[in-house]
C-alpha cells in the first residue's frame, strides 16, 4: 500500500515532467523538437520546461514544510501559508523591491534575503505563541501575523508608482511565470538542502505523534528540534516566495493525501509530499493556463479556491480539538 | 541495596517551589514506589528521572554517571518512560506506537525500522499479551489496553528500568490486576527496575520493594514497603481514614490491603431505612 502509492506518485511526478512541456496554448510536439523548429525549442526550453521544473520544486517543497509544520505544531491546518510564514516572507520581499534599490542595495541578492528575513521573524512568533497556548490561538496569531504583513504589504504598494504596484499585485498572487533557468537555478539548492534536512529529522518528527513527553523520554530534543524544523521550513519558503510570491494551500492540502496513503511514518510522507506536490501544483499550473488561455492565470489563485473550501472542510471535520 | 539510579533534586517552576532536595535511590533490579497526595510533587520527581525535565538544583546519576555525561540517547537505553496522559487520538496503529520505542535504538543511516525493531515490537506486545491487537488502530482501544500497549512501547526501548506514573488510575479492577501481575512479572521474573507513583496504595503493597512518600515536595518518609505505608503514616499523609486488611486476617492477598473510609460511617441498608 505505502510502496505502490510512492511509486504512483513518482510515475506521475515524471509523468508530467516528459507530457506537461508539450501542452499549452501553442501547439508543440516532440516531432517540431526533433525537426530542429527554433520556435518549439524556445517554448518547450526557454518557456516552458524551465517554468515546470519551478512548479515541481516548489509544490514539492511547500507540501514537505506543510508536512513537517502539520506534524510540529500537532496541528491539521498548520502550514506556512495559515501560519502568516509566507505572508511574512512576502512582506520581507516587498519591502526589499521597494526600498533597497532606493538604498542602493539593488546589486546583491538583498530580496531573497529580506524574503528569508520575513519568513523567520513570522515563524519566530508562531513558535512563541505556539508553545504557550492552544491550538486555535496558534491559527489565530497565524491570521494575525498574515493579516498584518498583508495591510504592511499594501501600504508599501499605495507608496510604490503604478507599475510597479501592477508588478507586485500580480506577485502576490503566487505565480510560476518564468522565462530560463535563473529562477530555478536559485530555488533547487535551498529546496534540495530544506528537504532533506528535514528527512534527516523524520525520526523525531515521528516522536511527536505520541506526545512530547514520551518523545523527551526517549531522548528528542525539542527545544532543537522546533529550532530546526522553523528554520529550515523558513529558508525553503523565504527562497521560494522570492520567486513566485505567495502560493497558498497546496502546503496544506498534499500532507492529508499522502497520509491516507502512506500513513503517518516521515520516512514515507516527506517524500510523498514532494513528489505528490510538485505533481500537483504542475497540473494546478497547466490547469491555471488554460482557463483564461491564452491569458495566464497565477496558479496561486486557483490554489487558493481549491485550497479554502478544503480548509473550511478540515476545520469542520475536525471542530479544534 | 546499593544505588543504582538516583540523587538529590530540586526543581522549581514559575518562581514556585515543586520538590526540595528529594533524595531518592533505586537499587538494581528494585522496585520502587512514589506516594502522596495531588501536587507533592511525584510526577515531577519521575519526569526528572526520565530525562524530561532537568533539576533546578542537584543532579541524577544512573550507574555512578550523571545524567548529563551519560546523553540523552544513552539514557533512552537504559530507562523507559510510560506517563501518567497518554495521548488517546494517535493515528497510529498498535504496532507502530510500539515501534516509536526503538528510537534511541535506531540508526541514522537506516531509512525506516529494521528487523531487530520488528522483534523487538512483538517480543514486547507477546509481553502484555496483545499480540492480535498489532494491527488494531489505537483509537479502537479501550483504556486498559492503550495502556498496555505504552507498557510494550517502553519495553520495546528494551530497557533494564520502567518508569511509570499512575499505571493503573483509571482502569477498571480486573484491567489494574492485569497491569499489576504484568508489572510484577516484569520485575519478579525478568529483573527488571521499576519506579512508579500512584495513588492506589494496594499495587504499592503488591509490587514495591521500597516506598518514598513526598509531601509538599519532600521526602517525608523511605523504607521498606510495610514500614513507610502503616496507618498512622497514610493518615497523616493523606488527612483521611484507612481500614487495613492485614494478610491473613479474612484477607485475600499475602501482602496487606488499606482501604480509605470514605464517609466515615458504615452507611448499609438497614442504617438507611432507620434514619
Not at chain 1, 501553442?26 to 527554433?38: F, P, Q, R, S
Not at chain 1, 526589499?96 to 512568533?125: K, T
Not at chain 2, 499505571?167 to 479492577?173: A, E, F, G, K
Amino acid at each position: 500500500m505505502k510502496r505502490a502509492f510512492l511509486v504512483c506518485a513518482a510515475a506521475l511526478w515524471v509523468a508530467i515532467l516528459l507530457a506537461a512541456p508539450f501542452i499549452g496554448a501553442h501547439e508543440v510536439g516532440l516531432a517540431d523538437l526533433v525537426a530542429g523548429d527554433d520556435l518549439a525549442a524556445r517554448i518547450v526550453w526557454q518557456l516552458r520546461l524551465p517554468r515546470l521544473l519551478l512548479a515541481l520544486l516548489a509544490g514539492g517543497a511547500l507540501a514537505v514544510c506543510g508536512a513537517a509544520f502539520q506534524t510540529l505544531f500537532g496541528n491539521p491546518l498548520a502550514e506556512p501559508y495559515t501560519l502568516g510564514v509566507a505572508g511574512g516572507a512576502a512582506l520581507g520581499a516587498v519591502l526589499a523591491q521597494q526600498f533597497a534599490r532606493a538604498a542602493g542595495l539593488g546589486g546583491v541578492a538583498i530580496v531573497p534575503l529580506a524574503s528569508f528575513a520575513g519568513a523567520l521573524a513570522a515563524s519566530a512568533v508562531i513558535v512563541f505563541v505556539a508553545r504557550r497556548r492552544s491550538t486555535a490561538t496558534l491559527l489565530l496569531a497565524g491570521v494575525a501575523v498574515a493579516l498584518t504583513s498583508s495591510a504592511m504589504i499594501l501600504f508599501v504598494q499605495y507608496l510604490a508608482d503604478f507599475s510597479r504596484t501592477f508588478r507586485m499585485v500580480r506577485w502576490m498572487m503566487g505565480g510560476l511565470a518564468v522565462v530560463g533557468y535563473d529562477e530555478v537555478l536559485w530555488a533547487a539548492p535551498w529546496v534540495a538542502l530544506g528537504a532533506a534536512a528535514l528527512f534527516v529529522l523524520r525520526r523525531d518528527l515521528d516522536q511527536l505523534a505520541t506526545g512530547e513527553e514520551l518523545a523527551a523520554s526517549r531522548g528528542v530534543d525539542l527545544a532543537r528540534l522546533r529550532l530546526w524544523v522553523v528554520a529550515i521550513v523558513s529558508l525553503m519558503v523565504g527562497a521560494l516566495v522570492a520567486v513566485t510570491g505567495p502560493i497558498g494551500f497546496v502546503g496544506l492540502i498534499v500532507p492529508h493525501w499522502v497520509r491516507r496513503g502512506v500513513g503517518y511514518a516521515h520516512a514515507w510522507v516527506l517524500p510523498g509530499a514532494f513528489l505528490t506536490g510538485g505533481a500537483f501544483l504542475a497540473l494546478c499550473d497547466l490547469l491555471a493556463r488554460r482557463v483564461l488561455a491564452p491569458a495566464d492565470l497565477p496558479v496561486g489563485v486557483l490554489t487558493a479556491i481549491v485550497g479554502g473550501p478544503f480548509f473550511l472542510w478540515l476545520l469542520l471535520r475536525d471542530e479544534f480539538r | 541495596m546499593t544505588e543504582w539510579l538516583g540523587g538529590t533534586v530540586s526543581f522549581e517552576a514559575g518562581g514556585r517551589s515543586i520538590l526540595t532536595d528529594a533524595e531518592i535511590a533505586v537499587g538494581r533490579g528494585e522496585s520502587v514506589a512514589i506516594v502522596g497526595i495531588n501536587g507533592a510533587g511525584k510526577t515531577t520527581l519521575l519526569r526528572l528521572l526520565a530525562n524530561v525535565l532537568a533539576p533546578s538544583r542537584g543532579a541524577l546519576a544512573l550507574g555512578g554517571v550523571p545524567y548529563a555525561d551519560l546523553g540523552a540517547r544513552r539514557l533512552a537505553r537504559a530507562l523507559a518512560y510510560v506517563p501518567q496522559i497518554r495521548p488517546a487520538r494517535v493515528p497510529l496503529s498498535v504496532r507502530d506506537v510500539v515501534l516509536l520505542g526503538r528510537y534511541p535504538h535506531n540508526r541514522i543511516w537506516s531509512v525506516g525500522y529494521e528487523r531487530r525493531d520488528f522483534d523487538a515490537a512483538a517480543r514486547a506486545l507477546e509481553v502484555i499479551g496483545s499480540s492480535e491487537l498489532a494491527d488494531r488502530p489505537m483509537s479502537e482501544l479501550s483504556g486498559g489496553e492503550r495502556q498496555g500497549v505504552y507498557i510494550a512501547a517502553a519495553l520495546a526501548q528494551e530497557t533494564e528500568c520502567l518508569i511509570l506514573d499512575e499505571p493503573t488510575t483509571y482502569l477498571d479492577p480486573g484491567h489494574q490486576r492485569q497491569i499489576a501481575r504484568l508489572l510484577r512479572k516484569l520485575t519478579q521474573e525478568e529483573g527488571r527496575t521499576l519506579v512508579f507513583a500512584s495513588h492506589d496504595l494496594n499495587l504499592a503493597y503488591a509490587l514495591a520493594d521500597r516506598v518514598i512518600a513526598l509531601a509538599a515536595g519532600r521526602v517525608v518518609a523511605t523504607g521498606p514497603t510495610l514500614e513507610v505505608l502503616e496507618r498512622e503514616r497514610l493518615e497523616a499523609l493523606y488527612g483521611a481514614p484507612f481500614h487495613m486488611l492485614e494478610p491473613g486476617a479474612g484477607a485475600f492477598s499475602a501482602r496487606p490491603v488499606a482501604a480509605v473510609d470514605l464517609v466515615g460511617e458504615a452507611l448499609v441498608a438497614g442504617d438507611r431505612d432507620s434514619r
